[in-house]
């Protein structure tokens, strides 16, 4: 089975690296993953994006009676477990639309002095041109902080994502743009902002990474095998809760092996990234109207694509796909980040978790996998939401 976010490492290569006699430093790769950003702001290396979360969200907190952080209902579970493990309390937004996009001056209007931060999400490689909000919360005073775990050589207005808020945080997990069985960085821009670099950085031996590329890469070839997986069609629920693979557990840090990994990759990442860029374009030609939006003023960096289609059309696009040795699936975040008296008002948020699938764009697709995908989804109209308010009950 071929994907949905592929790495462009293998194992023999991970082995090779570890028995090279000069040790890369994890300096070396900081100064690699800096040049993406033009060598602005300041470089710190996590154990993953959730602990750079937690770390500027505590730091923030520290000096400030603001206790509450605004995100997108919409979002990864980690993003709101690094916030309350920051000792905060959470408020939400909806999108404006099923198909991700947000209004950020209704956004505006929501903020309030007692919030701390707003955590912008930058989903499946499209970047949210959040510059509406942008004056607002510097005149409140509200921290800007760009989730980039999925991006990665995207652009909003011209400038990288992860440049116009005050900091940044980014994922080397698996299915993130660059893969390094874990680890994270925080990317900051706010002076005031102080951290302890050396108490925060705790890069483990070269010997225990070593383990935990072998043992993603195991886990990820069982699952791409079908090994002891169940097929996609018995995890297809009335909402299609169709559950991700969740890697194992890895201790933090980003050591000499994840260090030479790393820069391995961010060597190749621009032909990689177009090469992405490239097959998204493909299949938008035939999936458009049913994409994740982007802004005309963003340059995404496609990781996948996130279409929303009935639980009907999904069911059929994935049987077919499946059939043909390619995986697509709901794999993001089905349950809102809401209480469920919040999460009963937020429609487009909930119809994006109910009703999307995840569609694999990655390197290693070829032009007949992409016709495949694109053959899936050919008779799939746009959704009529106003019939479909029985299934969010």
């Known amino acids: 089975m071929k994907d949905l976010v592929e790495e462009f490492w293998d194992l023999q290569l991970i082995e090779t690296l570890h028995r090279q006699p000069q040790r890369v430093s994890p300096d ?50 980690v993003v709101g477990t690094a916030v309350r493990e920051a000792g905060l309390a959470i408020d939400t937004f909806d999108f404006a639309a099923p198909n991700g996009r947000i209004d950020w001056d209704a956004v505006r209007k929501t903020l309030t002095d007692e919030h701390l931060a707003i955590v912008i999400p930058h989903f499946f490689g499209i970047p949210t041109d959040f510059t509406p909000v942008i004056a607002a919360a510097r005149s409140r005073r509200v921290m800007l902080i760009e989730d980039c775990a999925h991006v990665l050589g995207a652009e909003i207005g011209g400038t990288p994502a992860g440049l116009l808020g005050d900091a940044a945080v980014f994922s080397f997990n698996y299915d993130k743009p660059i893969s390094l069985a874990g680890g994270g960085a925080l990317l900051l821009h706010n002076s005031a902002i102080e951290l302890n670099r050396e108490a925060i950085e705790a890069p483990p031996p070269s010997q225990l990474e070593l383990r935990q590329f072998r043992e993603l890469a195991a886990k990820l070839h069982r699952g791409r095998t079908h090994g002891g997986r169940k097929t996609l069609l018995a995890r297809i629920g009335a909402r299609l809760r169709i559950g991700p693979y969740v890697p194992p557990r890895l201790p933090s840090g980003i050591g000499s092996l994840r260090a030479a990994a790393g820069i391995w990759q961010l060597e190749r990442y621009d032909d990689i990234r177009i090469s992405r860029i490239r097959n998204a374009q493909v299949l938008t030609q035939s999936l458009g109207h049913l994409s994740w939006y982007i802004a005309e003023t963003v340059k995404p960096a496609h990781l996948k694509l996130r279409v929303i289609v009935s639980p009907e059309d999904a069911a059929r696009a994935v049987r077919q796909c499946e059939q043909q040795g390619i995986t697509i699936a709901n794999s993001n975040w089905p349950t809102l980040i809401a209480n469920r008296r919040e999460s009963a008002a937020y429609v487009n948020a909930q119809r994006a978790a109910s009703f999307g699938l995840d569609v694999p764009v990655h390197q290693n697709l070829s032009r007949a996998d992409l016709q495949i995908i694109a053959a899936a989804f050919s008779q799939v109209a746009p959704s009529n939401w106003g019939s479909s308010k029985r299934l969010l009950q």
């Open 28 to 77: 070396d790769f900081r100064d690699a993953f800096h040049q993406c950003f033009g060598r602005r702001g300041r470089l710190l290396l996590t154990g993953s994006a959730r602990q750079a979360l937690r770390i500027v969200l505590a730091q923030a907190a520290a000096g400030s009676r603001k206790r509450r952080v605004l995100v997108s209902s919409f979002n990864c579970r």
